[in-house]
């Protein structure tokens, strides 16, 4: 088992950078081996996981995306076992501009991941929130793109303009590009309108919607104040049960896949 997996919505606020590091610490845990990417010029998932990002001034994934340095030169170890972790800070928000003439520039990301591509079990790309170019490199360098989708009003809402995106980077970019599935989130079983929101957006997408919900949770918003993972912060959280359920069910997705093809 091998899969690059790119978390990736254009909406700020809707879980991205918790699911990609509650996702890849759940899987680490479980006994996977994991390569956390943060391309998020805001760095939320390196701080989440208690790396202090001016450390990483020198060795992040600007250094990767601009040719300066490799991925097993700026990765990094984390508190969690078999999760290593890529760095990010705002250096970032000058690769978009310094990429725009460069040779390949779609492509920067896939072609640093061929030298680790049998080094890790899963590949976690956190997306900054736009459909730039750095989440332009992070579909073309993944297998396949999982949404974050927040149980509220405005839900579906960019959603079309993202599956738009993924599906011209499939046919310009990544033949081999598919969708993982949706995770909803910050579901509120008291509110009639996230029951709504679930029940609107199974019908729409069938089992592309993973079954593991991920609800509003006081333990999950804490845990990355204290730069841990929610599994680490509050194990027995509903929060981090949730996340550990969504990482079962995306193995067994995978698994299922592999025999039926």
């Known amino acids: 088992m091998s899969r690059t997996i790119c978390i990736a919505n254009q909406k700020g606020g809707v879980g991205k950078t918790t699911t990609s590091v509650n996702l890849a610490a759940s899987l680490a845990k479980s006994g996977k081996s994991v390569l956390l990417i943060d391309l998020d010029p805001q760095g939320n998932a390196s701080s989440g996981l208690g790396i202090k990002r001016h450390e990483f001034n020198d060795k992040n994934i600007y250094h990767v995306l601009i040719g300066q340095m490799s991925i097993n030169q700026a990765k990094t170890a984390t508190s969690v076992a078999n999760l290593d972790l890529v760095v990010a800070n705002s250096d970032l928000i000058g690769a978009e501009i310094e990429l725009v003439d460069a040779e390949s520039r779609e492509y920067r990301l896939k072609n640093a991941l061929v030298e680790v591509a049998n080094a890790y079990q899963f590949v976690i790309i956190d997306c900054p929130p736009s459909l730039g170019l750095l989440t332009v490199n992070a579909l073309t360098a993944a297998n396949t793109f999982l949404v974050p989708l927040q149980c509220e009003y405005y839900a579906l809402e960019g959603l079309s303009q993202l599956l738009n995106t993924a599906g011209l980077i499939k046919k310009k970019l990544n033949p081999d590009l598919r969708i993982e599935g ?32 991920i609800p509003r949770n006081v333990r999950l918003s804490e845990a990355p104040s204290h730069g841990k993972p929610i599994l680490d912060y509050d194990e027995k959280s509903i929060g981090a049960r949730r996340y550990s359920e969504l990482a079962d069910e995306l193995v067994r997705r995978i698994q299922g896949v592999q025999l039926n093809g």
Do not use: C, P, W, Y
């Not at 509110?191 to 609107?200: A, G, T």
């Open 182 to 213: 949706i995770v909803l989130t910050m579901f509120d079983a008291r509110n009639n309108l996230s029951h709504q929101v679930v029940s609107e957006i199974q019908t729409h997408f069938g089992d592309k919607v993973f079954k593991s919900i």
